[in-house]
């Protein structure tokens, strides 16, 4: 069994001290809405340390290792990927079927694209059943531990009430449950079976724990504060690695060999509980969907909160001014948007690069499309048509610019040949980018249509007479981003934001 940090392993998976009532039966239509047992943790504090923690066992998995460190955008653009992974749960459990429905289309088509093999030449697929089913063993699982960590351990009718919401969301995506147990006792031999036959040390993990943290980049709130954030993140990135160690299976930390520190346990439990005090707050103030809208939200942007940010940030900068003044942190580093224009290096690391392994592959398109795609909430074949045209922007890219045959082109290849970037298959994406932009299809993009691209309003000098953007605009202020690396393009903030 595996080994959960009480002497009664039974007893810590059902647990009799949350009084919280559930319900003997669940019929189908209770699982999702705002009546499930999961709606009440996606706006509970202790969720994001149990999220950390599934994200972590999900890649210890071999395969889902693997497809990470191949297609991921998680280690530089976090932010990012915490708010498109955020909207697309709560689309899966909402209470519209239509819009369930919806989202499961799409997150079926983005995992059938993502195939490959390992460092050892193992495949891996991100539609495989076993794969799918153990992400979603991992959320529940941590979401039990959550509880027993931070105190307020699970009944059992309660934890077999988010097992079986857990079980639908499954059947979602898959249109099946049948790799998880159909019942909670079965559950728990099986969850032991996976840690200790299948995960692994895998690179993957390692730079969750090791590396993620503590390169954070900052959202797009505090990027004018670079020391300051660097500071909080020096603090914070060893101590959330640090408590999530210890909160992993106690077998899997042996085999795989990571190091627990003197006190660990205690921090981590300590953390949980003082995570939980925030659920004391008057409600509505913890929620999640909105402190994301806020850590992404521009200073520049034409939100209405942009003011209020405004002068957070301004706060924050003479504050930082003074912390470098008491204890100096060296010199503050401008930040993006100093200029107009940066170098090809620069483009390359900050646009092209989304997966962030100093190369440019296939997998970086992708990302663009995919985020493109989530953006607009694009239906087949507009997606498809989308990902062909990133497809053969990369085909040409590659016959191009890789003078060394190796697959890729890295940042010196690149900067070595970026006057001929934009090439036909660049001017193909601009233009199906305009289309599937352009929803109404009068051959001009709108204001709504604008602000479900960039998430923000027009420019004064992007708009035409009448309030729209016409095609020969947008997609010269495509290719003109693409080839001439401007820094105020609204196109940078679709690309470059963490």
Partial sequence: MTDTGSDDPAGTRTGHRDREPGPAAHDATSLFGPDSRFHAFFSDPRWALAVVRATVLEAAHPQIGAALIDNSTFVTHPWRRLRNTLVSLQRMFGPDDDVRGREAARLNRLHTRLKGA???????????????????????????????????????????????????????LDGDAGHLPPRLQEFWPYYDRVVEERLENTEAMRVILYRLFDHLPAPPLLNGLPTMWAAGRAVAGPVIGVITVASLPEPFRRRAGLPEMPGAQTLMQGAYLAVGLARFLPEGWIQPEAIVRLLALSPGGDDPRARTVSALTDRMKRAGALVRLLAPLGPEPEPDGGTDTRSAEEFFAAVLDQTGDGYLDWPDLAAMAREIAGRLDLDEPAETRLYDAFADWWRELQAALDTDGDGRVSAREYAEAAPSLAGPALIRVAEVLFDVTDTDGDQRVDADEYRALFRRGFRRDRADTDGTYARSAFVRDFLSFMSGRERTSPYDPLFSEA
Avoid at 129 to 152: D, I, K, N, Y
């Fill in 118 to 172: 390992d460092a050892r030449n193992r495949p891996y697929d991100a539609m495989d059943p076993e794969v799918r089913a153990w992400v979603v063993a991992t959320l529940f699982e941590s979401s039990v531990t959550m509880c027993r960590l931070s105190g307020q351990p699970l009944e059992q009718d309660v934890m077999e009430r988010l097992y079986a919401e857990f079980r639908a969301y499954l059947a979602a």
